[in-house]
């Protein structure tokens, strides 16, 4: 009987949508099928009717794993989809190989000073500061349709969940359940991320990780990671699907 295929499973970040991982998608093709749904209240996707902690999103993605007959998959999350991803994988769910974070939100509360996040609650809708947002939290040069993109899902990210993950989801403290994690992870980060540096990923995720995961650095990258480093996560994906198949070998 033929291996059922693996296939990634990826997860946006905070104002942001499924398709950031459209280059990474295609880079991936046909090797490696990669799905990239919108989260709840964020691009094309409605507010969900279960919520928006950590977990209703959680059960979100596991939903899509069900609807979509997922059997062997790999997480990806980025940012606000790192912190989903765990949340996830903390369940030990069925068909899980691995999980592979960029930039991720860390399972403990996201660091942040209350004066910015106030000012990050204040920024909802405004479009000089999502034009803003897209250039603060690059390093790469990014094609003006791909910056036009970025602050028009920021632009279109519901108040409700703009500020539920601010006020709250960026707060949660998964921390005691990463002991549950048994997958192979990996993590990925940019060494000019004015968002979440390498060391708050170094600090705050990778001790609560299994031993052996690694964390890969992208020189001159930020935080956006699918954008501007398409090419380096492809490969680390493609790496990480052939550790995470020798693993259940």
């Not at 902690?53 to 940012?79: C, M, N, P, W």
């Not at 040069?141 to 036009?148: C, D, M, S, W």
């Not at 990671?225 to 994906?237: I, K």
């Amino acid at each position: 009987m033929p291996e059922i295929p693996l296939t990634f499973l990826a997860l946006h970040y905070w104002a942001g949508a499924g398709h950031e991982f459209d280059q990474v998608a295609a880079l991936l093709a046909p090797g490696y099928r990669l799905l990239a749904p919108d989260l709840g209240g964020f691009g094309s996707a409605p507010l969900p009717a279960g919520g928006l902690t950590v977990d209703a999103y959680a059960d979100a993605v596991a939903a899509f794993i069900e609807q979509e007959k997922l059997r062997r998959y790999v997480v990806v999350g980025h940012s606000m989809g790192g912190k989903i991803a765990l949340a996830l994988a903390a369940r030990q769910p069925a068909g899980l190989l691995g999980v592979a974070l960029l930039s991720p939100s860390p399972p403990t509360p996201e660091p942040m000073t209350d004066h910015d996040r106030q000012a990050s609650v204040q920024a909802w809708g405004q479009p000089g500061e999502a034009a803003k947002t897209a250039r603060d939290i690059t390093a790469r040069t990014l094609p003006a349709r791909l910056h036009q993109q970025i602050v028009a899902d920021n632009l279109r990210t519901t108040r409700a969940a703009w500020e539920a993950w601010l006020l709250h989801g960026s707060r949660e403290n998964l921390s005691a359940r990463m002991s549950a994690v048994r997958v192979p992870c990996t993590i990925l980060a940019g060494d000019q991320d004015p968002v979440m540096s390498p060391s708050v990923h170094g600090l705050e995720t990778l001790p609560l990780l299994p031993a052996g995961t690694p964390l890969e650095i992208i020189n001159g990258a930020g935080h956006l990671l699918p954008y501007e480093a398409p090419t380096e996560v492809a490969d680390l994906l493609r790496a990480f699907a052939g550790r995470c198949q020798a693993a259940t070998v």
